[in-house]
Each structure stands twice: as structure tokens, then as C-alpha cells.
């Protein structure tokens, strides 16, 4: 992968990245970093701070705006990202993923671009999709949880008041990360294959499309540094049945699926042509046998430290 676009558009470029400590954005930091941005976190730390980085420790909702107004582009991964999160406390739900972050962004200069962590779970259905879901596509909210309507609600709010936002419906992220989250399904079961030999694998038949954490990176890359048009773009690598996606790493550590059956979950496909479009040939495709080893390879050597 080629850097010129970054070394040549980056060194002055002054990014805020709101959650820099956690899974997704302690992975993103160090990719800013390495491009030759300059990078001012803000975390709460609720998760830690493995990178031992330099934070700003406090609720984004309580900046400035003469402080905000010096970034050229937020990155906001800091919200409640999973559904129990969001179930457990809906109404900090409701004000961190959609009220405060609505408030926040009216403060940002016009020039700043802000990216931010929407979800592909608004494209969820109750029965399997055929048709992978464009940008443009219905989007139907079927569970009617918090994290679901606080997302929803946000990009709505975008779409109709904000001039300089990119949202990213992003697919189950996965992938290696300083602060791992290893209870996701790519994650989990790439873990359990490679230490137990089984791949704990429920709703067979529920789509999925999986978002590799180096692939939202060149994603956000390309955002930063190249003009886009704004709006909601969706972010994923690649597409499965959550059955093929098991039978699959099982493969690749030859390992024993174990069939648990069905529960309540999301089913969704991902249209990611635009994502393709802008990232170019930079977006590699490699094949899942691959990303196991990659992840398991990360994992392994940071248990050994």
C-alpha cells in the first residue's frame, strides 16, 4: 500500500480523535500516528489506556468551541457501540450516540470534517437479506433498541443540519486491536478455534457483513485526505452467513464447529461499492484464511509479552 497520498497531505493536519483509547480508536491512533497527523485524544478511559497515551479525560460534550475550532477533521468513536451497552443504559444511549453529539458537532468550524461511527444494524432485517444493502436503501430500525434509535436518530439529525459530516455505517468490526475486544464473532471465534479447537457458532442462516479494522483505517484515511462528497457511507470487507463465516475458520485452524442454535440477532449484507470506489487499489482484497492467521498471529505474540 502506497503512503504518498498521506505524507503529503497529513503533516499538518490536526485530528481529534474522541474515544483514542478504545477498540476501534486505540487501532486508529496508531495508523494517524504512523501517516504523520497530529493527534489529540479524548477518552473517559472506561476501558483503559493500553497505548499509555497522552488524554484529554473528559465527556466530548463538555469541549469549547475556540478548542474544537483548531481540528481539521473528528474522528468520533466514543459512543455506547454495542447493544447492551445501550440496553443498560438507554438514556446515556440516547444523549451520548445522538442529543450531545448533535450539540457537539454545531460547534465545529465549517471546514472541520467530521467522521463518525454510525451502524450497518440499521439495515438489519428479520429474515436473511438477498440484496445487500446500498447507502440508499430502506432503513427499517426492526429491533427498536436503544443503540439501534440513537444512531438512527443521529444520522438523521446529519442529514438534515450538518454540511461536513461522513457517516460510516460500519459492519461487525474485527481485527486486532491494542484494546481487544474479543467477543466479537470474528474475533471470538478465531480465539476459540486456535486455543480450544471449537467455533461456538449460532443463527446459521443470519447474514453478516465484517468490517477489518485495517480496512475502516484506509477508509478514514482516504476521507481525510481526499475530497469526498458527504454524507453516510457504508464500511465493511466481506460478506457471510454467520455458518460459512464459522465453517470457515474452523477450517483455517482445523477446528470443530459447535452448533448452538438460534437467537435474536442482526441480519445484514453490505453494498460497499463506494467504499471500494474511493479507497481504490488500496483496499487489497485478502482472503479470510489470511485475515485469521493476521489476527491470531497479533493476538498470540501480545499474549507472549
Known amino acids: 500500500m502506497s503512503d504518498s497520498i498521506s505524507s503529503v497531505n497529513s503533516s499538518s493536519q490536526k485530528i481529534l480523535l474522541i474515544g483514542g483509547c478504545g477498540y476501534v480508536g486505540s487501532y486508529l491512533y496508531q495508523q494517524l500516528e504512523r501517516a504523520g497527523f497530529i493527534v489529540t485524544v479524548v477518552d473517559l478511559l472506561k476501558r483503559g489506556n493500553p497505548l ?4 484529554i479525560e473528559d465527556d466530548y460534550a463538555n469541549l469549547q468551541q475556540d478548542f474544537l475550532r483548531q481540528f481539521d477533521a473528528v474522528l468520533w468513536f466514543g459512543g455506547h457501540s454495542s447493544v447492551g451497552q445501550s440496553l443498560a443504559d438507554p438514556d446515556g444511549a440516547a444523549f451520548n450516540n445522538c442529543v450531545n453529539l448533535f450539540s457537539f458537532a454545531k460547534l465545529l468550524a465549517v471546514h472541520t470534517k467530521l467522521i463518525y461511527a454510525s451502524s450497518a444494524s440499521l439495515y438489519s432485517t428479520k429474515s436473511t437479506p438477498v440484496v ?5 436503501s430502506l432503513i ?8 439501534d434509535i440513537s444512531k438512527f436518530a443521529f444520522d438523521y439529525l446529519a442529514k438534515g443540519f450538518l454540511s461536513n459530516y461522513f457517516a460510516l455505517r460500519m459492519g461487525t468490526v474485527s481485527g486486532y486491536s491494542p ?3 474479543p467477543e466479537l464473532v470474528f474475533n471470538a471465534m478465531n480465539i476459540a478455534a486456535a486455543t480450544t479447537g471449537r467455533v461456538h457458532l449460532k443463527n446459521s442462516d443470519s447474514s453478516r457483513t465484517i468490517l477489518f479494522l485495517s480496512d475502516l483505517w484506509l477508509l478514514v484515511r482516504k476521507l481525510l485526505v481526499t475530497p469526498q462528497q458527504p454524507g453516510v457511507y457504508n464500511a465493511g470487507s466481506m460478506s457471510f452467513k454467520m455458518g460459512e463465516l464459522a465453517h470457515g475458520i474452523a477450517s483455517t485452524w482445523n477446528a470443530q464447529v459447535i452448533c448452538e442454535g438460534d437467537s435474536d440477532t442482526y441480519s445484514f449484507l453490505l453494498d460497499t461499492t463506494c467504499m471500494k470506489a474511493i479507497c481504490g487499489s488500496d483496499l487489497t482484497v485478502t482472503n479470510l484464511s489470511q485475515r485469521c492467521h493476521d489476527f491470531i498471529e497479533q493476538y498470540q505474540a501480545t499474549k507472549k509479552t
Open 52 to 55: 499509555g497515551l497522552k488524554v
Open 132 to 136: 445487500p444493502a446500498s447507502e440508499g
Open 140 to 147: 427499517n430500525i426492526p429491533s427498536q433498541n436503544a443503540y
Open 179 to 181: 484494546n481487544l475486544r
